[in-house]
């Protein structure tokens, strides 16, 4: 009988940190898609919504020569207005994510088309915070890499 009780509250409480976790993800591939979208449209507002800065963020770009770049954090949640815009497409693929309360980690890859229908390609690792009940990237690690 003990046997069969921990079995249900195991599965209950299995059943319960499961379910709380899809609407994390939803919540959290939406935050990207935004993200990308408004870096795209120019959209300096809703861009700087994606984030919250932390005295511990950081944002660390690898570009695809092998240079490595390290943004301020505020630039991304004040970007100057010649840095967004520049308008194309892009596509989120190979999602993975962990939610631990209210933090997280999200780590896909990013194809961008730009306008002219240049491809880029991206290996990218976020950090995310719940604040106020909304996901924020507070951190970021973007790769950029030649596709053969």
């Given at each position: ?117 240049k491809k880029?390609?991206t290996a ?25």
């Amino acid at each position: 009988m003990k046997i069969i009780l921990f079995t249900f509250i195991g599965l209950f409480i299995s059943i319960c940190a499961y379910s709380q976790s899809i609407p994390d993800t939803v919540a959290i591939k939406q935050l990207l898609a935004k993200e990308s979208t408004t870096f795209r449209s120019g959209d300096i507002k809703g861009h700087a919504e994606c984030w919250k800065i932390q005295p511990y963020s950081r944002v660390v770009i690898s570009t695809a020569d092998g240079k490595m770049i390290d943004v301020s954090p505020a630039t991304m949640a004040n970007p100057p207005a010649n840095m967004l815009g520049k308008g194309g497409t892009f596509s989120i693929s190979n999602f993975k994510v962990s939610v631990i309360g209210n933090s997280a980690w999200v780590s896909h890859d990013e194809e961008s088309i730009s306008k002219d229908g240049k491809k880029t390609y991206t290996a990218e690792f976020k950090m995310l915070e719940k604040i106020n009940g909304d996901w924020k990237i507070v951190g970021m690690s973007l790769h950029a890499y030649n596709k053969e």
